[in-house]
C-alpha cells in the first residue's frame, strides 16, 4: 500500500526565505512525527501529533520553526526566515498509534543558500 | 530526557561475517527499542525491534538484544551480504507515552564482497 509521501523531495531557497515541507501520512495513522536530519548525522526530533492531544513540540529548535496538522491526516511543517543552518534533510514518519512502529518517508532535502 | 549513545560509528566486515552494533541508553523508564536501516536518499526503514519484557528477538539474520540492567542494546548481523550495506539507527521510547523516539547518531556498515 501507499507509504508516507513528502513534497517536495527536494528544496533550495534562499537565506531568509520562509519554506513549507508536506507530509501525507499513511491513512488511518493517528500519529505523525518531524526529524530532521543533518548531514552524516543521526535524527533530531522536532515535533509529534497524537490524534487530537497537543503536539509535542519539545523539539523545534526556535520559534521559526513550527507545525500544523489538518484534519489529522496532511501536516506542514514551515521555517520562517530560513538561515544555512536549517539546511538539511526533513523527516516525516506516521504510525498507527503510539504504541505501533514508525513509518517514514524518504524526506525533504532542504538547502537554504 | 533520553540519550541513546551508539557505536561504532563506521564498520566495516567481509561478506559471511557477523557484524555488531551497541547503544546505550539513559532513561530506565524506556521500554522500546527500534534498530532502523536506511539506504542513500531514503528514509529509515524499520528492520526489528524488542520490548523490554523481552531480552531478545531474532528475525532470520537479525537479532537484538537487550540488557535492560546496564541500559543497553545490540543489533547482530549473521552471515552479511553486500545489500545489508546502509547506514544503521537504533532508538529508544517510552511508549504509553508520547511514542517520541529518541535515535542514536548511526552506524555505516559497509559489507564487503
Known amino acids: 500500500g501507499a507509504g508516507v509521501s513528502q513534497s517536495p523531495s527536494n528544496k533550495v531557497t534562499e537565506k531568509g526565505k520562509d519554506v513549507e515541507l508536506r507530509c501525507d501520512p499513511i491513512?488511518?495513522?493517528?500519529?505523525l512525527y518531524w526529524y530532521r536530519q543533518s548531514l552524516g548525522q543521526g535524527l533530531e526530533f522536532l515535533i509529534y501529533f497524537q490524534g487530537n492531544s497537543a503536539p509535542d513540540k519539545s523539539g523545534l529548535p526556535s520559534d521559526r520553526f513550527s507545525a500544523e496538522r489538518t484534519g489529522g491526516s496532511v501536516s506542514t511543517l514551515t521555517i520562517q526566515r530560513t538561515q544555512q543552518e536549517d539546511s538539511a534533510v526533513y523527516l516525516c514518519?506516521?504510525?498507527?498509534?503510539?504504541?505501533?512502529?514508525?513509518?517514514f518517508g524518504n524526506g525533504t532535502r532542504l538547502t537554504v543558500t | 530526557g533520553e540519550n541513546v549513545e551508539q557505536h561504532p560509528s563506521t564498520l566495516s566486515v567481509q561478506e559471511g561475517d557477523s557484524a555488531v552494533i551497541k547503544c546505550t541508553y539513559s532513561d530506565s523508564a524506556s521500554n522500546y527499542f527500534p534498530w532502523y536501516k536506511q539506504e542513500l536518499g531514503k528514509g529509515p526503514q524499520l528492520i526489528i525491534d524488542?520490548?523490554?519484557?523481552?531480552g531478545e528477538k531474532k528475525d532470520q539474520r537479525i537479532a537484538v538484544t537487550l540488557n535492560k540492567t546496564a541500559k543497553h542494546f545490540s543489533l547482530h548481523i549473521t552471515e552479511t551480504q553486500p545489500e545489508d550495506s546502509a547506514v544503521y539507527f537504533c532508538?529508544?521510547?517510552?511508549?504509553?507515552?508520547?511514542?517520541?523516539?529518541?535515535f542514536g547518531q548511526g552506524t555505516e556498515l559497509s559489507v564487503k564482497p
Open positions: 524488542i520490548r523490554s519484557n523481552v
Open positions: 491513512s488511518g495513522h493517528t500519529a
Open positions: 532508538a529508544a521510547s517510552i511508549r504509553n507515552q508520547g511514542g517520541k523516539l529518541i
Open positions: 514518519a506516521s504510525s498507527a498509534s503510539m504504541n505501533s512502529p514508525l513509518h
